[in-house]
C-alpha cells in the first residue's frame, strides 16, 4: 500500500492561533497521522522559534537532545546546566517557542532534563509534540507549567479537507469530492492524504471515489502500518480497546491490561488525547477495528462503571449497546443521576435512547430523562409525548416511582398553565407521599409551578416556599441539578411574577458559576439575561446571551438564538431603538421554534406587541395583538393586560379605567403593576388630569422601588416618564412643626392630635373620622365617609350617626374638621403623613444626587407603620400598606447608595428598618450580609445570618438556599446554612394558602 506521505500544504490557522492563546508550555499527545509535525513547522514558520525533531528510529539520551538543541541553535555554549541553557535557548528563540517533536523517543534522563528546563523557562516556552507523553513531561500539566492541547482538533474539519482536495485534485474534482473524503475519513491526516494520493492517479476519479467507499481495505491497511511493530496479543487486544469510545491508563489497567494504551500510541494508532485526558480513537479506524472482533460483554461491563465514575456516562451506555447490552445500558442510563445525564449533549441523549430500541419504552426513568433532553432541544411537542407514556407505563402501579412520574407530568402542566392540575398535585401531597422523597419534591415542583400562575402576594409567597422547599430536598437526594433546575424555576417563574427581577437575576447568576454542566450554564445565562433586560440592565445581558448562544451552538441546541433575540428585543425597546426592535422580532419569531405554539408563545405575543408599541412600530404591535387574542384561552388576564397596555399608550380613557380597574382587583402580577400605574397616568395626563398623572406616577415609582429596582420606570419606560415628569411641580418641599395654637396630627408611628402644647384626646368615633380624612388627603364627601365607617348601613342612617360623630369631633377637637355642604374637611394643620407624601414624591421627581437626598429627607420623616393599633381595619390596611411599600422604595434607593459607596453602618441601620416593615424579606439580608464578608466583618456578618435564618424559622418559612452557599465559602460564618425541614404544619400552608404566622400584611 502506499506508505504514510509528507503532511499536506494545508495552513491549519485556527491550531496556530489556538496555541497562540495558552501562557504557558503546551503539551500534544496523540497517534500517528494526525498532522502534529505539520502544525509545528507551521507555527515556528509564522511565529518564530526553534524546532527540534527527533530521529524516530533510535533513542535520544540527554546528550543526544543537548547536541540537537545546540546544532539546531547555533550555540556554541555547554548547555551542560538548566540556567545556561534556559538562558541561550530564550535568545534564540526570541519571541516564538521552543518545539520539540517526537519527544517519545527521550530517554528517561533526557525527559527529566527536558521537563525541568520547561518548568524553569521563565519567558520561554515550550511546545512538546509526542505520541505518548513520558511520564515527566506529562506531570508538567498536573503541576501546573504547562498546558495540554486537545489532540482531537488535530483532525481537519470540512473545510480543510475541502482545501486539500482542491490543492491536489484541482477546484473542480476537490469542490465535487471533498465533502465524500472527509466524510470517509474523519479528517484523519494520513488516511485522508493516502485516499487523495490515489485519486490523483486515477484517470477516472469519481470511479476511484466509489471504490473508495465501497472498499475500507485502505483504512485497515493504514492501521497495520501503524501497529506493524506490535506483538500478536496487543494486535488483538487493540480491536477491543478500540470498541471503547474513550480510554485512559487507569481504565486499560482496571481491565487487567496495563501499559496498553500507551503502547498503541506509542506504535502510531491514531488515539487523540484530548483536553479532558482521554483518548479517543478516530472514528473511521474505530469503525474498521470494531467490525473485524465485536467487543467481549464481559469488558463492556467491567468498564463502564469505571467510564460512569470519570463522568463519561454516554461513553458506557454507549459502550453496553454496542455489546448488545441494550437492558444493562437503560438500566445504566436509569440510575443516574440529572447531572449525569446533562453531561450528554442532548441531541447525543436522544439518538442514545433511540439505539435502546424497546428496551427504553419499558423503563420509566429513561423516559424522564429523555423528556428533559428534548426539552432542552426545544421540541416541546416530544416532550410532552414521553411524559405521556411514561406516565402510561407507571400508572397502573402506587409506588413512588409512579408519583414521581406524574409530579413531572403536573410540572409540564403547570408550564401550560392548565390550572386544574392544582387540585391533583393538592391531592397527592394530602396523600401522604414520603417526605424528603423523589415524588415530594417533584410535587413540591409542581405546587410551586401552579402556584405562580396566580398573582397574588401571599399565593406567590408559598409558591417561592415551595420551590426553596423542593430545591433543597432535591440537593438532600444528591440531585444537584434537579436542585438547579428548580433553583431556575424559582427565579423565571415565581421571582419574576413576583416583580423581583433583580434578585432572581442574582440567584441565577450563582447558579451559572456554580454549575456543573454546559447546558445547566447555559439555561442559567438564557435566563438570567431575561431577567437583567426586565430589569432595564443592558450591556450585561447582551455579554450573557453572546456566552450563552456561543454555549448552544457547541451543544447543537437551535432555540436559543430565538430566545436571545427575545431578550434583545426587550432591550431595543428600552433604548426607544425602533429599527433594532423590529430586526430582533423578526430573529425571535424565526428561531423560537414550538415555544412560539407552546405555553411560552402567548407571553412572547404579549411582550412583542408591547415592545413595537413603545417604538411606534404600530402595525406590527397590533397584528402581533391579533395573534394573541387567538390564543387568548391559554391565559385571558395576559391578552385582557396587554390589549390595556396598548389602549393605554394611544390614551385610551377606557385603556386606563381597565388598568385601573385590574389594580384593585388584583389581576396584574406584581413585576407589571408599576407599568400599569405609569401607563394610567400617561392616560390621566392626555386627559389633562395632572393631578392625577402626578400621583399614578408616584404610585410607579413607589410600585417599582418595592421590588428592588428604584428606578425602574426610567430604566424601561423613559419617554413617559419624563412627559409625566414635566407636569409635576418643582421645587423645594416645605416641612416643619405646627406653630402656635395650630393642630397637629400624627399617624406615623402612632395616632395623635395636638394642638400647641397640648395633646387632645377624643371617643372612638372622633379619632376615626379624623383619621379617615388624613387618609383621604383632607377632605371628603360625607356620603363617602359615612359609607366608610359604617359600611352596609343604610344611607339616612350612617349619615344620622356621622351628625353625631362630628358633635363629639367638635367637642374634643373644637376647629379641626369643617364642614362645608356635603364636604367634611381637615382644618389647616400640619399632618405628619402628608407631609411624607410630599417628600417621596420630590424624591420621584428628582435626579441624580437630590433623588439621594431627597430620599434620605423623606425617610426622615417616617416614624413607623401607619396607624399600627388600626389592625382590622380595611380602610387603613389598604393605606397603610401603599405607605410601607413607599418606605420600602425610598430605603432601597439609599441602600443601593451606601452598599455601592461601602457606607456599611448606613446599610445596616437602614437594614434594620426594613427588616420591622418586611420580616419575610431575605434579598435585603443577603445583600448586606455579602457586603459584610466582603469588608471582612464576619462576625457580624455571622451574626445578621443567624438572625434572618431565625426569623425564618419562627415565621416558618423555608430560608433562601443561598445563605447555605455563605456558609460552605465562608467557614468562619460559623453554620448558617438552612435546615431544610419545613416548620411544622407548614407543609399544610403551603399547599392549603392558610396564612403562616407573622404573615398579616406582608408585601409583594
Known amino acids: 500500500m502506499d506508505s504514510v506521505v509528507e503532511p499536506p500544504k494545508v495552513v491549519r490557522r485556527r491550531l496556530v492561533d489556538e496555541i497562540r492563546r495558552f501562557r504557558r508550555s503546551v503539551l500534544i499527545e496523540a497517534g500517528g497521522g494526525l498532522g502534529k509535525t505539520q502544525l509545528l513547522e507551521q507555527l515556528i514558520a509564522a511565529d518564530g522559534g526553534v524546532l527540534i525533531r527527533l530521529a524516530r528510529d533510535q533513542p535520544a539520551d540527554h546528550a543526544t537532545l543537548v547536541a540537537e538543541l545546540k546544532a539546531t541553535t547555533g550555540s556554541r555554549s555547554a548547555l ?109 491526516v494520513a488516511l485522508l492524504q493516502i485516499m487523495v494520493r490515489r485519486l490523483m492517479r486515477s484517470a477516472d476519479r469519481m470511479a476511484s471515489a466509489t471504490m473508495l467507499v465501497q472498499n475500507s481495505d485502505l483504512i485497515r491497511q493504514l492501521i497495520d502500518h501503524y501497529a506493524a511493530d506490535l506483538d500478536h496479543r496487543d494486535r488483538l487486544l487493540m480491536a477491543q480497546v478500540a470498541a471503547f469510545p474513550q480510554v485512559n491508563d487507569r481504565l486499560m489497567a482496571h481491565l487487567g491490561e496495563p501499559g496498553l494504551l500507551r503502547r498503541l500510541l506509542g506504535a ?55 455489546s448488545g447490552l441494550a437492558e444493562d445500558a437503560a438500566e445504566l442510563l436509569g440510575s443516574l443521576p440529572t447531572s449525569g445525564i446533562n453531561r450528554i449533549p442532548p441531541a447525543e441523549f436522544v439518538s442514545l435512547v433511540a439505539s435502546l430500541g424497546r428496551v427504553a419504552e419499558s423503563s420509566p426513568r429513561v423516559l424522564m430523562h429523555l423528556a428533559r433532553a428534548h426539552r432542552n432541544l426545544g421540541q416541546l411537542a416530544e416532550e410532552r409525548e414521553v411524559i405521556d407514556w411514561a406516565f402510561r407505563v407507571t400508572r397502573r402501579h402506587s409506588d413512588e416511582l409512579a408519583l414521581e412520574v406524574e409530579g413531572e407530568l403536573l410540572i409540564q402542566r403547570a408550564r401550560l398553565r392548565d390550572s386544574e392540575g ?89 447558579l451559572a458559576l456554580s454549575s456543573e454542566t454546559e447546558i445547566d450554564r447555559m439555561l442559567c445565562l438564557v435566563a438570567e439575561a431575561r431577567l437583567q433586560a426586565l430589569s432595564g440592565e443592558s450591556d450585561r445581558s447582551l455579554e450573557m446571551l453572546e456566552e450563552a448562544t456561543s454555549l448552544a451552538d457547541l451543544l447543537g441546541i437551535d432555540w436559543v438564538p430565538g430566545h436571545a433575540a427575545w431578550t434583545r428585543m426587550i432591550i431595543a425597546a428600552n433604548r426607544g431603538d425602533g429599527s433594532m426592535t423590529l430586526r430582533e422580532l423578526a430573529i425571535a419569531t424565526a ?85 400599569a400605574e405609569l401607563l394610567t397616568g400617561y392616560v390621566h395626563d392626555v386627559a389633562g388630569r395632572t393631578a392625577s398623572a402626578g400621583a399614578s406616577l408616584v404610585a410607579a415609582f413607589d410600585r417599582s422601588a418595592g421590588l428592588g429596582v428604584p428606578d425602574l420606570p426610567e430604566r424601561r419606560e423613559k419617554r413617559l416618564v419624563d412627559v409625566l415628569r414635566a407636569g409635576l411641580p418643582h421645587g423645594p418641599v416645605t416641612t416643619g412643626s405646627a406653630s402656635g395654637d395650630q393642630f397637629e396630627v400624627r399617624v406615623l408611628g402612632e395616632f395623635r392630635i395636638a394642638r400647641g402644647r397640648s395633646a387632645l384626646v377624643g371617643p372612638g368615633r ?5 383619621k379617615y380624612l388624613v387618609l383621604t388627603g383632607g377632605s371628603a364627601r360625607d356620603e363617602f365617609m359615612a359609607e366608610q365607617m359604617w359600611p352596609g348601613a343604610a344611607r339616612g342612617v350612617g349619615q344620622r350617626r356621622l351628625k353625631n360623630v362630628l358633635t363629639r369631633v367638635r367637642q374634643s377637637y373644637p376647629g379641626l374638621v369643617v364642614r362645608s355642604g ?144 455563605l456558609s460552605a465559602d465562608h467557614p468562619a460564618l460559623g453554620s448558617v446554612a438552612p435546615s431544610g425541614q419545613l416548620a411544622a404544619g407548614y407543609a399544610d400552608e403551603l399547599v392549603h394558602g392558610s396564612t403562616p404566622r407573622g404573615q398579616i400584611g406582608r408585601l409583594q
Not at 129 to 153: K, Y
Not at 295 to 317: F, M, N
Open 766 to 770: 372622633a379619632e376615626q373620622l379624623v
Open 268 to 322: 502510531g494508532i491514531p488515539f487523540a488525547v484530548g483536553a479532558d485526558g482521554w483518548s479517543r480513537l478516530c472514528q473511521e479506524a474505530r469503525n474498521s477495528l470494531t467490525a473485524t472482533a465485536p467487543l467481549d460483554p464481559d469488558l463492556a461491563r467491567r468498564g463502564a462503571p469505571l467510564l460512569v465514575s470519570h463522568r463519561a456516562e454516554a461513553a458506557a451506555a454507549t459502550l453496553l449497546v454496542e
Open 422 to 510: 392544582l387540585s391533583r398535585v393538592v391531592e397527592l401531597l394530602d396523600s401522604g407521599v414520603p417526605e424528603g422523597s423523589r415524588a415530594h419534591a417533584s410535587l413540591l415542583e409542581a405546587l410551586g409551578m401552579f402556584l405562580a400562575l396566580t398573582p397574588d402576594g401571599g399565593t406567590l409567597r408559598r409558591a417561592e416556599d415551595a420551590m426553596r422547599q423542593a430545591a433543597i430536598t432535591w440537593g438532600k437526594l444528591a440531585e444537584a441539578a434537579r436542585a438547579t433546575e428548580a433553583r431556575r424555576n424559582l427565579a423565571t417563574h415565581v421571582l419574576a411574577a413576583s416583580g423581583r427581577t433583580k434578585q432572581g437575576a442574582a440567584l441565577l447568576n450563582r
Open 822 to 965: 356635603s364636604t367634611l374637611s381637615l382644618a389647616s394643620c400640619v399632618v405628619d403623613l402628608h407631609q411624607f407624601d410630599e417628600l417621596a414624591q420630590a424624591a420621584v421627581t428628582a435626579r441624580g444626587d437630590d433623588e439621594l437626598r431627597s430620599a434620605r429627607a423623606a425617610l426622615d420623616a417616617f416614624a413607623g407603620p401607619l396607624l399600627p393599633d388600626d389592625v382590622d381595619d380595611e380602610f387603613v390596611d389598604v393605606r397603610r400598606e401603599a405607605v410601607r411599600r413607599r418606605s420600602l422604595g425610598l430605603i432601597d434607593v439609599v441602600l443601593v447608595a451606601a452598599l455601592r459607596d461601602g457606607d456599611l453602618g448606613e446599610a445596616v441601620r437602614l437594614l434594620e428598618r426594613s427588616m420591622a416593615l418586611d420580616p419575610y424579606d431575605q434579598e435585603r439580608p443577603l445583600r448586606v450580609t455579602q457586603a459584610l464578608i466582603a469588608d471582612g466583618r464576619l462576625s457580624e456578618a455571622g451574626a445578621l445570618a443567624s438572625r434572618v435564618l431565625a426569623a425564618a424559622e419562627e415565621l416558618g418559612v423555608p430560608p433562601a438556599v443561598e445563605w447555605q452557599g
Open 80 to 188: 551542560a546546566d538548566i540556567a545556561t541553557a534556559r538562558q541561550c535557548l530564550t535568545k534564540s528563540v526570541g519571541c516564538g517557542m521552543l518545539a520539540v517533536d517526537n519527544v517519545e523517543m527521550l530517554t528517561d534522563d533526557a525527559a527529566e532534563w527536558l521537563a525541568e528546563l520547561t518548568r524553569c523557562g521563565g519567558s520561554l516556552r515550550v511546545l512538546i509534540s509526542s505520541r505518548v507523553l513520558p511520564d515527566p513531561l506529562a506531570a508538567l500539566e498536573f503541576q501546573g507549567d504547562a498546558e495540554r492541547f486537545n489532540t482531537q482538533d488535530l483532525l481537519f474539519d470540512e473545510m480543510e479537507s475541502d482545501t486539500l482536495a482542491r490543492l491536489q485534485l484541482g477546484d473542480e474534482d476537490g469542490q465535487r469530492l471533498g465533502p465524500m473524503l472527509h466524510s470517509l475519513s474523519g479528517g484523519w
Open 591 to 675: 428561531h423560537l421554534g414550538q415555544l412560539i405554539n407552546d405555553g411560552g408563545g402567548l407571553l412572547f405575543l404579549c411582550e412583542a406587541a408591547d415592545a413595537c408599541a413603545m417604538v411606534g412600530a404600530q402595525g406590527s404591535s397590533n397584528r402581533l395583538l391579533e395573534e394573541a387574542r387567538d390564543h387568548r384561552v391559554e391565559d385571558p388576564t395576559l391578552v385582557t393586560m396587554t390589549e390595556a397596555f396598548l389602549g393605554a399608550r394611544q390614551g385610551e380613557p377606557q385603556a386606563g379605567a381597565a388598568l385601573q380597574q385590574m389594580l384593585e382587583a388584583g389581576d396584574i402580577p406584581p413585576g407589571a403593576r408599576w407599568k
